[in-house]
């Protein structure tokens, strides 16, 4: 199930809300939760619930063994336990075809290539309960003692299937002690509807480009055709899943949680350092947090910790369907900018005109983004030719400039909703209508929040392509 479904807005969100809400005794909200998000999580692998039982159940008593032991040697075998069981877990169900893939082929071999189907979530569920052990043995929260609740903080179908990565340390008051707030579900509801259009009016209309652009054949693929898959690319992996964060952000809200931004306006940053304190925030303080600070940090052979960093960043993107070196040559590529940037570029680009720093960070994003689409290295070979003008297509064709032409205001709008002037323009309306016109404000809003789940909705009905980016890591 996804959120940008009919089924999930018009019959589960609902109904989770209402049963939610019609009583205030707070195990039974946690119940509730709970079981819905493994209802969520069940439709369309159920098989797979049992991992995320048996995940949950694991970690659960290695913090309870951690939190009995605290101040003794023997507390380690705990973070141990839970380490070793969350990577193998990873390994086996997501990496495996790749590792044995590869030493097939550098040995010759022929070990039969396991063929799992990707448990939706496992990426994000593993990070999470690694974090919860690791907090508890550093002394950063006290263990959970509830196993329902510590159920429901794995299983939380807002962010389970593609995050944004919430560490227990951030909610754990949350859990334990949640308050209605009709100000906090006005807020979410909101979040919620500005996700859903992102995600369904931006981000798949501009996949079905991609999907014209960059899955045909690349031979008859002209210049300016590969440039506008691209970009086109560079739109949809932004609004779906900034478009899933804000929907997710917004049922925590409904829900009495408040989960940590994910983006910050990405493309309006004027460096590789900049763009990744904007982009995918959770993972990337996740590594700096748990790999890159306890590696030494700057302190201790900094350059070989951000190689590690970057290694993991890009392998960690990888696995699906055996499929990995693109998502590593990708994070080493944004690692060795981040490195230049320490080294010396980074002072270049704080002395010259911030346009040119966006200019770079722009030229750099769309050679990342080529590296993390092209899983077959050889069709990235040849898509790089043709984007160059090495490999003697056509610069343009007639058909490209019709459909640049039709669309060219959604384009344009697109372009727009990259940059906080939405954000801009609701602090402004907010603050003028705010006060003794706050009816005002609370109508709007309803009006406005209206007309995006209507225009998504419309947008749902009858169609079939409706993909989501990171359900495949």
């Known amino acids: 199930m996804v959120f940008a479904s009919l089924i999930f807005l018009y019959i589960f969100l609902p109904l989770n809300l ?67 069981f969350n990577i193998c877990t990873l390994l086996t169900f997501k990496y495996s075809a790749f590792i044995v893939s590869n030493i097939n082929d550098f040995f010759g071999s022929s070990f039969s290539v396991p063929s799992f ?93 991609v999907v014209k652009y960059l899955d045909g054949d690349l031979s008859s693929l002209a210049v300016s055709e590969a440039w506008f898959g691209l970009l086109m690319f560079t739109v949809q992996i932004y609004f779906d899943f900034s478009g899933y964060s804000d929907m997710a952000i917004g049922l925590g809200k409904m829900f009495g949680f408040d989960y940590y931004e994910n983006f910050n306006y990405p493309y309006i940053a004027k460096s590789a350092t900049d763009f990744w304190r904007r982009w995918h925030i959770s993972l990337s303080t996740w590594f700096k947090d748990y790999v890159y600070i306890p590696l030494g940090g700057n302190k201790a052979k900094g350059y070989r910790n951000l190689f590690i960093v970057w290694f993991l960043t890009g392998f960690w993107h990888g696995g699906a369907n055996g499929a990995c070196w693109n998502y590593i040559l990708w994070g080493l590529f944004w690692g060795g900018l981040i490195l230049m940037e320490r080294l010396f570029l980074g002072n270049i680009i704080k002395k010259i005109p911030s346009v040119f720093g966006h200019l770079y960070l722009l030229a750099a994003m769309f050679l990342g983004w080529a ?103």
């Open 117 to 209: 189907a990707l448990p939706i979530g496992i990426s994000f569920y593993t990070f999470q309960s690694i974090s919860y052990v690791i907090d508890v043995y550093t002394g950063k929260v006290t263990a959970q003692k509830s196993l329902l609740k510590f159920l429901m903080f794995v299983s939380l179908y807002h962010q389970l299937v593609a995050g944004p990565i919430v560490r227990y340390v951030h909610i754990a008051k949350q859990i334990d002690t949640r308050r209605f707030k009709l100000a906090n579900i006005s807020a979410g509801v909101t979040r919620f509807c500005v996700g859903l259009f992102k995600k369904v009016c931006i981000a798949n209309v501009a996949g079905t480009f």
């Open 371 to 473: 590296l993390f689409y092209f899983t077959d290295l050889n069709r990235l070979r040849e898509f790089f030719k043709i984007l160059f003008g090495a490999s003697g297509q056509q610069l343009t064709s007639f058909e490209f400039n019709i459909v640049l032409q039709e669309n060219i205001f959604w384009l344009c709008f697109a372009m727009l909703m990259c940059m906080p002037i939405y954000l801009f323009m609701h602090r402004k309306v907010k603050r003028q209508l705010v006060g003794n016109k706050a009816h005002y404000w609370y109508s709007l809003t309803i009006a406005v929040n209206f007309i995006l789940l209507f225009t998504a909705t419309a947008m749902l009905v009858g169609k079939t392509y409706n993909p989501f980016i990171y359900y495949r890591f």
């Open 18 to 84: 209402i049963l939610y809400y019609s009583s205030k005794n707070a195990t039974y909200r946690n119940l509730i939760l709970t079981i819905f998000s493994f209802i969520f999580y069940a439709w369309g692998e159920p098989i797979w619930i049992a991992l995320l039982f048996v995940t949950a159940l694991i970690d659960y008593g290695n913090g309870r063994f951690i939190e009995a032991n605290r101040g003794k040697s023997v507390a380690k075998f705990g973070v141990i336990c839970s380490l070793v």
